[in-house]
């Protein structure tokens, strides 16, 4: 690529912080503004978490969250005759936007009305709506989700609580059957949750039907725990210690027939089991996909914890000196964010902050649309699934990574837990875990990719799966997947065609990035599908050959959900107006810088590969250097447009006029 001249150089990019602000929050504008216009009334929660005893700093959170569903913001999802507000997309808008304050707060709404709630509206009918849940929304009635357990996390086919239904008493027992399958990490059930609901092995007539929910009372309204149920405090933990995470454990505990949570099966008053999905391991499946706006809402906050964190970082880098440089005046040191190496660390991560924020647009909107009836096929609801498990690992892991970037870049000061960094850290570590460890999620990812979501094959377990590729030719496997389309109608239209696409085209071509994410995509599903089938055919167990072709497996999902980011940060770009050119300019400069710094971080892979030559590759880093150095202008900007409210950034010396170093 020729140098640029100052002739040729691009125009400097502008930002209207306004338009910019407008354009994130979307749809749901006005609910975001909302929730931020709310916050800074409980700024003072941050300060107590810090010097309050745990007991008191779980009774302030809890008093806090019954505030906030006092004003609504915590119900928009549930139906408006229950007292919500009937919109789901809202309602993720709404917990994405809360997530700028106090995240034990958050994490405390997310239990209680996402989790507790939301497993009553999705999983119960009528009478369990009518029973529950105006007192769910209005914070009258506390509730827990118990589904994981000490021995069981992700395999939840495999739970150890049993729910044996008696018909002489037209009742269940719920019983812990061994010390692991007590109930463990339960958000709400060490202090304020007053119901379970509990998720079991359902037994009728001495058949198992696999894994159900029913609702069980814990306490009662004093408080007290009622006869039969067992409770333990899990104690201190890395962070969110606002949220009473306890044990459970039942020991023949009696709930009457109708507790059971029946959308997708029932139980007669004279024990017959009942349901209109034949397979249990798609009733099972079809059951857990109910619950996936759990993990659409757990990586939204894990992005506006990254928000917040860039936001501070930025705007210290924009402020503090170090080191005389004969850039500025003489006696005058150079800007933190003047250096190119400054730039190298936060600007790639926030132009995938933005590329992650409009990944997650893109989902909110298809839980909407599938929650809300717009959208009722079940292939639609499958890729949902995916979408949802994958885009909450890339970002719980990209805020994790950013906040710990963004705490370097500040050096001392970020050390200092006035500086928000130190609670950033704490309460966004378990995001990585909780709603599903991101690699079992990037499995389940690579279990669709790999069947290309058939409803045949929508109760396959991994060795099920495994058996079903290795029984396809790999040539099958690939022309069944969509990247597959995707990639040849993309690569056909490039400059060189199909042989020289990937070095005729043009480094900032959003179609040469596409093609580049696509193929990668590609080849990786095709690896993982010839590697099952030797294995297969080599008469290998099932179960080993996907245990050496697991972390194959991860690559594969894992391309697959870079794609469908980059894919929306494209779309995003190409909607903006031609008359906003100063925002799209702004916008296509962060894309190209996400893409290309993605194919750069992977550039040993492409370089395997064949489709990236040496000197092609130094030329990418070069771009992605240049393109931080114009984005550097407009940095506070970018931040500036995520509108986290000043009063929940604290670092009052790390962001004002009095800096320090902190401590060395």
């Known amino acids: 690529m020729a140098e640029e001249t100052p002739a040729t150089a691009p125009p400097e990019l502008t930002v209207d912080v306004a338009a910019l602000t407008e354009l994130l929050d979307g749809r749901y504008a006005e609910v975001r503004r909302t929730v931020r216009e709310l916050l800074p009334a409980y700024a003072s929660v941050l300060d107590d978490a810090e010097t309050m005893t745990r007991d008191e700093f779980r009774e302030r959170v809890k008093d806090v969250v019954l505030e906030i569903a006092g004003t609504g913001a915590a119900g928009m999802g549930f139906p408006k005759e229950y007292g919500g507000g009937g919109d789901i997309g809202a309602s993720i808008a709404a917990f994405e936007s809360l997530a700028y304050g106090d995240l034990s707060v958050l994490v405390k709404v997310g239990v209680q009305f996402g989790l507790f709630g939301g497993a009553i ?25 118990a589904m994981t357990e000490t021995g069981h996390g992700s395999n939840v086919q495999a739970l150890g609580t049993v729910a044996t239904y008696d018909p002489e008493t037209a009742s269940f027992v719920v019983t812990t059957t061994t010390p692991e399958a007590g109930k463990d990490y339960i958000g709400n059930a060490a202090r304020h949750a007053r119901v379970a609901v509990v998720f079991a ?23 007290a725990t009622l006869p039969g149920v067992r409770i ?122 933005y590329a992650l924020h409009f990944a997650q647009e893109v989902l909110a909107g298809e839980l909407h649309d599938v929650f809300s009836g717009v959208r009722t096929d079940e292939e639609t609801r499958r890729l949902l699934e995916s979408r949802a498990a994958g885009t909450k690992a890339l970002a719980t892991w990209h805020a994790t990574d950013v906040i710990q970037e963004c705490r370097e870049a500040c050096g001392g000061a970020g050390y200092l837990a006035v500086n928000r960094f130190a609670a950033l850290k704490a309460d966004t570590d378990v995001f990585t875990t909780f709603e599903g460890d991101n690699h079992v ?99 290998m167990n099932p179960g080993e050959v996907f245990s050496r072709v697991q972390d194959h497996v991860i690559a594969a999902a894992r391309a697959h959900v870079e794609r469908l980011v980059l894919e929306a940060f494209v779309d995003k770009v190409a909607a903006v107006p031609e008359e ?61 447009a995520f509108d986290v409210p000043e009063e929940l950034l604290r670092a009052p010396r790390l962001l004002g006029t009095e800096l320090v170093g902190g401590p060395s």
């Open 441 to 539: 999620l990037l499995q389940l990812v690579g279990k669709g990719l790999l069947t290309d979501y058939a409803s045949d094959f929508s109760d396959l377990d991994q060795l099920g799966m495994v058996r079903f590729v290795a029984g396809l030719a790999v040539d099958t496997v690939l022309e069944r997947t969509r990247v597959h389309r995707l990639f040849e109608q993309i690569r056909d239209a490039l400059p060189g065609g199909q042989e020289e696409w990937h070095t005729d085209s043009g480094l900032r071509d959003p179609a040469y990035h596409l093609a580049m994410y696509r193929f990668r995509e590609e080849h990786l599903i095709g690896g993982v599908a010839r590697r099952l089938k030797r294995g297969i055919d080599e008469g």
């Open 121 to 145: 509206l999705q999983l119960g009918t009528q009478r369990h709506h009518d029973a529950y849940l105006e007192d769910i929304v209005s914070g009258r009635l506390l509730g827990c989700f």
């Open 201 to 223: 092995q359902l037994e009728v007539a001495g058949e198992g039907h696999g894994v159900h929910a029913l609702v069980v009372p814990l306490r009662d309204e004093d408080g």
């Open 580 to 640: 906003a050119g100063e925002l799209r300019a702004t916008l296509n400069a962060l894309c190209d810088l996400h893409a290309l710094s993605g194919i750069e971080a992977d550039r040993a892979w492409f370089i395997e590969h064949g489709r990236l030559t040496i000197p092609r590759s130094k030329a990418i880093t070069r771009e992605v250097a240049e393109l931080c150095r114009r984005v550097r202008p407009v940095a506070r900007e970018l931040v500036d």
């Open 232 to 353: 333990e405090d899990d104690g201190h933990k890395m962070g969110l210690n606002g949220v009473d995470n306890g044990r459970i454990w039942f020991d023949g505990v009696r709930v009457p027939r109708e507790a059971l949570l029946n959308r997708f099966a029932d139980v007669t008053e004279d024990g017959a089991y009942v349901s209109e999905i034949e397979s249990p391991g798609r009733r099972f499946f079809t059951m857990l996909g109910t619950l996936v706006q759990g993990r659409v809402s757990v990586g939204g906050a894990g992005l506006s914890a990254a928000k917040s964190a860039l936001t501070i970082a930025v705007r210290y880098g924009l402020q503090r000196r170090q080191f005389e440089t004969g850039v500025e005046e003489d006696g005058v040191e150079q800007l933190l964010l003047d250096y190119g190496l400054h730039q190298r660390r936060l600007l790639p991560r926030l132009a995938r902050t």
